[in-house]
């Protein structure tokens, strides 16, 4: 079984700063690549950053430049920082870990983060 936990969401508002934190506990992992997605009331959840093993990272266009997807691999766990934040990154941000072992995708419950304007 794999444990996928979030933390770093807040409240800040515009042009500030959060810091996301998300780790991956389970035996014997082997990850392909973690990220995050985020999810705003009444819309679809959206890729916002990953990292692959070996294979770089990507970012939803809407992030380029102001966030930075981070990993330490030893630890198993994934940064997001997020800086020039904007009303339109408020959403409810999940973590993803996709693994080679145990095999599968796996989520975290989620946690918030709301940009004031």
């Known amino acids: 079984q794999v444990q996928v936990v979030e933390s770093g969401g807040g409240v800040v508002q515009a042009g500030g700063s959060l810091k996301l934190s998300c780790k991956a506990s389970?035996?014997?992992?082997?990850?392909?690549?973690m990220g995050w997605y985020r999810q705003a009331p009444g819309k679809q959840r959206d890729l916002v950053a990953t990292t692959m093993t070996g294979s770089g990272t990507n970012y939803a266009d809407s992030v380029k430049g102001r966030f930075t997807i981070s990993r330490d691999n030893a630890k198993n766990t994934v940064l997001l920082q997020m800086n020039s934040l904007k009303p339109e990154d408020t959403a409810a941000y999940y973590c993803?870990?996709?693994?080679?072992?145990?095999?599968?995708?796996?989520w975290g419950q989620g946690t918030q983060v709301t940009v004031s304007s």
């Open positions: 389970g035996t014997a992992l082997s990850i392909n690549a």
């Open positions: 993803y870990v996709d693994c080679r072992w145990p095999r599968g995708v796996y």
